[in-house]
């Protein structure tokens, strides 16, 4: 969690920092002039001991003050911090006590200062880069070791010896430290080649601010040792404001990370810019350079710290080898195992569409044909459930090792999934692929002698192969499963999609009229899984004054997953099968339990249902009918019974019969499709109908048709004066609505209110907050005259 603190005070600091740098940058060249004006021993104090000392303790606060991502980073920033506030002791004890020394002792307590700055640095640099970077494998470190080690060496080699140079008696302690400075400056060179190489696809703009203040600090200790070697330091030169140069790109690395995202460092090894190799390149040409120091030898030609940190290069090169082996190998076996199906030890699912895309892409090349064929075990489901699991696992296992001796080199069998399999021939033609399918089946057939039983199986294949031009792999295997499933109903168990189209649409039409059977027929139990009818709601308006008079149910069949059907999708199978009086019960029974829900909210309106010829000619029809209004408590009013005309060629007679016993129980008749059919206007004076309906036909272009208007303005007079009511079916918008209501229809029913709908949904919309009587009148049906 990032430090809660105000961010005020440390960019204040960062300015401070940045204004006294560049005032000591001033004061380098007018030095001279400062020094006539103020003495020696003031500028000292203003200048060495206040000013430069004044950019380290302001660096310092800054960095203590941070807000941080993190405690570790935070931790790390403030030991930075420290270290900086080490370095500028070791300027005020150089200034205060050892400047007035006639000889100055070396190493001193400043030295100690000094060198206090190194350790600090490196530890802050592993908890920064640390909290910055989500996950550091050893492989990152062992990278960053390799690179940084084999430059160090190179370095030590052209500029470690004349830097440790010492005179033949040099106490032990002088000798140590005049290595020590080198030494630790070649490992922070170790630091920063490391974090620049591991960060090397993924750097931000402050690791390259923070690498650089560290170079400088380096390059500036290695300049700073030269001109004391050589005698030609100066204090408050250009070589010290170096140093202060390296502390103010650190405050503004610190200032810029506070907007850095976390870097992954195994990100950082999966990026490929410019191949392997190159991403090699440093370890390898430091490893090289490490062998040659090595080889070339020790001593008079190379000092022994080059050989140290050679050593250390080589180690860590080795180790990064072998660590990388461990890895691959790793790799491989992950690799495999996710393309390994696990009970059978074939290719799996993953491993077919990987060999599948390859394969197909060299047919496209060649030119060659790619087939596939699809395996499915016909009754596993039995076997599983009849003897376990274990012996259906045993069967899947013997099947695959009888079939994998059948495939050749090349040939991929591949387990999918359950009990279907797969085998991908390349450069096979159909022909070739049947043949294949024809062994797969009687190898099948062939007795498994199990454990738990003696069992025998039959394989469904579909074989398709790829067409002229290029194929993809779900196009290929879309047409071996429409040929798979085909093969389920052929005698031959093998079948190719040219095969499959007539089988495929037949044996979806038989299995949606099993499910319409078992939902309107079945037992309980085969209902619930079938799927079931429902009724949407179109509402019947008024052309007078626009309000709802009544409702038509029309029937949908819900499939199990959800699909809604239209009746042109099921009423011919039901017609053949002889499930019409099925299907009139259940959408009578599903009309009227809406209309009774519309009535409980309040909606009092009657709902019309359509009925088949079958129905109309049902003697019992009115007795039926009695019964399912009776159930819900509802008059005869609220039903109305639809018809067309088809319903009165086969036998007149008897459909008037039974339309009169309907009637007479109180429930109402419409005609519905008028003007389509067989009849004629003595049909209407002949048959006990309270309502016609106007065909839609009638109702396309009546505003730019005049004989259509012709036709419709006098079947409304006549229809008017045998006392029934007229309905106009299809109107789409307000202009034929206001046609139709000029022409005398009462009323209208159409798309224009509305399409058809849900019962929930009728009630929202034409009912809303309001309350109407639940009482039903005589008159809700009457006759309208517009």
Known sequence: MADARPAAGPRSFLLITVLAFLICCICVPARNDLESALGARALSHIVDLGLYNFVYVAAAVMLFFRPAHSPREGMGWRILALGMLCTAGGNAWYSLVLARLPEMPYPSMADVFYLSWYPACYLAIVLILTAHVGRFPLSVWLDGLVAGAGVAAIAAAMWFRPL??????????????????????????????????????????????????????????????????????????????????????????????????????????????????????????????????????????????????????????????????????????????????????????????????????????????????????????DINDSLGHGAGDDLLVAFAQRVEHLTGPGELFARLGGDEFAVLLPRTSESEGLALAQEVVRAAREPFILAAARLTVDASIGVATTTAGPQGRGDLLRMADIAMYAAKGSPRRVCT??????????????????????????????????????????????????????????????????????????????????????????????????????????????????????????????????????????????????????????????????????????????????????????????????????????TLDIESDPAAEAVVKHTVGLVHALGLRIVAEGIEDGAT??????????????????????????????LGPRRRSTTWRSDSLSTRRG
């Open 164 to 381: 440790t140079a010492t005179d033949p008696g040099t106490p032990l302690l002088t000798v140590l430290a005049s290595i020590a400075y080198p030494v630790f400056d070649l490992l922070l060179l170790v630091l920063l080649v490391g974090v620049l190489f591991i960060l090397r696809t993924a750097l931000r703009d402050w690791v390259l601010l923070l690498a650089a203040g560290l170079g400088v600090t380096a390059a500036s200790d290695v300049l700073l040792s030269t001109q004391v070697v050589a005698g030609t330091y100066v204090q408050g030169g250009w070589g010290d404001i170096g140093f202060l140069f390296a502390i103010v790109l650190m405050v503004l690395a610190a200032h810029r990370s506070r907007r850095s995202q976390p870097v992954d460092a195994l990100e950082i090894l999966t990026r490929r810019r410019g191949g392997s190799m190159r991403v090699l390149l440093i370890p390898l040409l430091s490893a090289g350079a490490s062998l040659a120091l090595l080889a070339l030898g020790q001593g008079e030609r190379f000092p022994p710290v080059a050989g140290v940190f050679a050593a250390v290069c080589i180690g860590g090169a080795g180790l990064r080898a072998a660590l990388t082996v461990r890895e691959l190998a790793q790799m491989a076996d992950v690799h495999r195992e996710a393309r390994t199906d696990d009970l059978t030890r074939l290719p799996n699912r993953r491993a077919l569409y990987e060999e599948c895309d390859t394969v197909l892409a060299a047919g496209v090349r060649n030119k060659t044909m790619t087939t596939m064929l699809l395996i499915d075990l016909d009754g596993f489901k």
């Open 497 to 698: 999609p040219a095969d499959a189209v007539d089988a495929h649409l037949g044996e979806t039409r038989l299995a949606l009229l099993s499910r319409l059977r078992d939902g309107l027929t079945g037992a309980p139990s085969a209902r619930a899984t079938a799927g079931r009818i429902e009724v949407l709601l179109q509402p019947k308006i008024d052309l007078a004054d626009a309000s709802l008079v009544g409702v038509e149910a029309l029937a949908r069949w819900r499939e199990p997953d959800g699909t809604l059907l239209p009746p042109s999708d099921f009423l011919p199978l039901m017609s053949r099968a002889g499930l019409l009086p099925a299907l009139a019960t259940a959408v009578l029974s599903a009309a009227l339990d809406a209309a009774r829900s519309l009535a409980d909210a309040g909606l009092v309106v009657p709902v019309a249902v359509n009925l088949s010829p079958v129905d109309v000619q049902d003697l019992a029809l009115a007795e039926r009918l009695q019964q399912l209004l009776t159930e819900r408590d509802l008059p005869a009013s609220a039903l109305t019974v639809e018809l067309t005309e088809d319903s009165l060629v086969t036998d007149p007679d008897r459909v008037a019969a039974v339309l009169s016993a309907v009637r007479a129980i109180g429930v109402r008749v419409s005609l519905d499709d008028f003007g389509t059919g067989y009849s004629s206007l003595s049909y209407l004076r002949r048959l006990p109908v309270d309502e016609v309906k106007l065909d839609r036909s009638f």
């Open 737 to 766: 609505a206001a046609v139709m209501r000029r022409l005398g229809c009462d009323q209208g029913q159409g798309f224009f209110w509305s399409r058809p709908t849900t019962c929930e949904d009728l009630l929202l919309t034409h």
